[in-house]
């Protein structure tokens, strides 16, 4: 073969393999590419979908007794998808699909205090009808969820704890008083007439029926400050006669705190005279 023809076929054999080989590495450059895009989609929604669950749980936490008073909760304005109308309230704008589905109710043991489990997530592109909105965990490409429990545990918490200290109070200066007066056929609770008509405390008001302890005279009575309202923001409430079952007639006389809860609950405290002055 002359040398020139040997030359061009070289040539030519060369320019193949160059371009076989640049067609293999831009093939997987593409598909490194479309490998990373995904990617990248993937962790994108999975930082909205946490940002998002964040955003909601923030709004529970501020917005307890909308939240978990019903069956469901309860957003001002709301007239779309409940789940939606949180992830709007919380300051969100619904993006990539996202979907906000709202557990039922819980209860604790002895119905205590009540929550819900709140889950975003964005469906996978091949689910389709109510699956979408459904959430179970096959479907979600992406998901961010949170349970309301420690928030209304807490606040729970803090309701009796508040009952516990003002009763503690309450108990302290009718000590402080007994050990002035060592008189404790003298109902300390009530007001001179009322009830069983042996109170001296005239600083109480006389509570036939459940009221505000922050009206009731509590505060001159034990210069203990009241809440005006337990965490909730429901009133703290005080009855010292026998109309609510406090003990009037004879010692140790006794009266009675409560508070409510946004499902229905009680919270109750009795406060009992320390018969042994302190």
Same mark, same amino acid.
């Given at each position: 073969?002359?040398?020139?023809?040997?030359?061009?076929?070289?040539?030519?054999?060369?320019?193949?393999?160059?371009?076989?080989?640049?067609?293999?590495?831009?093939?997987?450059?593409? &598909?490194?590419?479309?490998?990373?895009?995904?990617?990248?989609?993937?962790?994108?929604?999975?930082?909205?979908?946490?940002?998002?669950?964040?955003?909601?749980?923030?709004?529970?936490?501020?917005?307890?007794?909308?939240?978990?008073?019903?069956?469901?909760?309860?957003?001002?304005?709301?007239?779309?998808?409940?789940?939606?109308?949180?992830?709007?309230?919380?300051?969100?704008?619904?993006?990539?699909?996202?979907?906000?589905?709202?557990?039922?109710?819980?209860? /604790?043991?002895?119905?205590?205090?009540?929550?819900?489990?709140?889950?975003?997530?964005?469906?996978?592109?091949?689910?389709?009808?109510?699956?979408?909105?459904?959430?179970?965990?096959?479907?979600?490409?992406?998901?961010? /969820?949170?349970?309301?429990?420690?928030?209304?545990?807490?606040?729970?918490?803090?309701?009796?704890?508040?009952?516990?200290?003002?009763?503690?109070?309450?108990?302290?200066?009718?000590?402080?008083?007994?050990?002035?007066?060592?008189?404790?056929?003298?109902?300390?609770?009530?007001?001179?007439?009322?009830?069983?008509?042996?109170?001296?405390?005239?600083?109480?008001?006389?509570?036939?029926?459940?009221?505000?302890?922050?009206?009731?005279?509590?505060?001159?009575?034990?210069?203990?400050?009241?809440?005006?309202?337990?965490?909730?923001?429901?009133?703290?409430?005080?009855?010292?006669?026998? &109309?609510?079952?406090?003990?009037?007639?004879?010692?140790?006389?006794?009266?009675?705190?409560?508070?409510?809860?946004?499902?229905?609950?009680?919270?109750?405290?009795?406060?009992?005279?320390?018969?042994?002055?302190?």
């Amino acid at each position: 073969m002359p040398m020139h023809r040997q030359s061009g076929f070289m040539a030519l054999l060369l320019v193949s393999l160059i371009a076989i080989v640049s067609m293999a590495v831009l093939g997987a450059f593409a &598909a490194r590419l479309g490998l990373d895009g995904a990617q990248a989609t993937t962790q994108r929604d999975q930082d909205y979908v946490n940002r998002a669950a964040a955003a909601i749980q923030s709004w529970y936490a501020a917005h307890p007794v909308q939240m978990d008073a019903g069956a469901q909760p309860s957003v001002p304005g709301c007239s779309g998808p409940v789940g939606l109308c949180l992830l709007t309230a919380a300051g969100m704008s619904p993006r990539h699909g996202v979907v906000v589905s709202v557990g039922a109710q819980q209860t /604790a043991p002895g119905g205590n205090y009540a929550w819900r489990t709140i889950t975003v997530w964005i469906p996978k592109s091949n689910v389709t009808g109510s699956a979408r909105t459904n959430y179970a965990p096959a479907n979600a490409r992406v998901v961010s /969820a949170f349970s309301g429990r420690p928030i209304e545990r807490a606040f729970w918490v803090s309701a009796n704890e508040t009952l516990n200290r003002l009763s503690a109070s309450w108990t302290a200066a009718y000590s402080a008083w007994l050990s002035n007066t060592g008189n404790a056929g003298n109902n300390w609770f009530q007001p001179p007439s009322c009830g069983s008509n042996n109170g001296v405390n005239k600083n109480m008001a006389c509570e036939t029926k459940w009221a505000a302890l922050n009206t009731s005279g509590f505060e001159a009575a034990t210069g203990v400050t009241v809440p005006a309202a337990n965490p909730w923001g429901m009133s703290i409430e005080v009855c010292n006669t026998s &109309a609510c079952g406090a003990q009037g007639a004879s010692p140790p006389f006794t009266a009675l705190l409560r508070t409510q809860t946004p499902w229905g609950g009680v919270i109750e405290q009795t406060v009992v005279e320390p018969l042994t002055a302190g």
